[in-house]
Nanobody, 121 residues
């Protein structure tokens, strides 16, 4: 059994900051990449940021310069520091990991349960 557990969502005023954290646990063989997606009401889930096992990062244009993704390979955790938050950042944020796990062939996508981020005055 593999789990991704997120924490850190909440309500914040425009211009404020939040830090999301995600921990992967279970029978993990290796993690290729970890990332954060968002899903706003009525919209598709979309990638915000990703970090690969070697440390390479990717950010979508809308969050570049405002969000920072970081990963602890030893602890199987990934954080997303979100600064200068805007109302349009309001969404459910999902942790994602591309992993291979013991007993299952190949690399698969795994998701956390999601955490709500609301940016409002």
């Amino acid at each position: 059994q593999v789990q991704l557990v997120e924490s850190g969502g909440g309500l914040v005023q425009p211009g404020g900051s939040l830090r999301l954290s995600c921990a992967a646990s279970g029978s993990i063989f290796s993690i290729n990449a970890m990332g954060w997606y968002r899903q706003a009401p009525g919209k598709q889930r979309e990638l915000d940021a990703r970090v690969f096992s070697g440390g390479t990062t990717y950010y979508t244009d809308s969050v570049k310069g405002r969000f920072t993704i970081s990963r602890d390979n030893a602890k199987n955790t990934v954080d997303l520091q979100m600064n200068s938050l805007k109302p349009e950042d309001t969404a459910v944020y999902y942790c994602n990991a591309l992993m291979s796990v013991v007993g299952i062939v190949g690399i698969r996508n795994y998701w956390g349960q999601g955490t709500q981020v609301t940016v409002s005055s």
